[in-house]
């Protein structure tokens, strides 16, 4: 590689760093931010707490598992799901 090539493609190089470091910023940083918050609550879920799962159902935790949680929908209701199904807490 000649210099006068290095130099045609310097600022190729150059809007790519860029492009790469805007792009982690506003787009891959925020996400891990999320996730780690999202870890968090899962992790801090307590009996009683009410939810709002990724189908749109909003309950009460009832029993709290390893991977699972029991959520009590209604009185005599109540259904297992995959802590990962839990979006955010509902009194938010």
């Known amino acids: 590689m000649t210099s006068e090539s290095f130099q045609a493609m ?15 910023l506003f787009i891959i940083r925020p996400q ?3 996730q780690r918050k999202r870890a968090e609550m899962i992790k ?3 009996k009683g707490d009410r939810i709002v799962t990724a189908g749109g159902l909003i309950g009460w935790v009832s029993t709290i598992k390893d991977d699972t949680i029991k959520l009590k929908l209604a009185d005599k209701l109540e ?5 990962s199904a839990i979006v955010r807490l509902a009194n938010e």
């Open 10 to 24: 310097a600022p190729m190089l150059m809007f790519l760093v860029v492009a790469y470091g805007a792009m982690y």
């Open 32 to 34: 891990q931010r999320e």
């Open 44 to 46: 801090e879920l307590k």
């Open 79 to 83: 259904v297992e799901l995959e802590k």
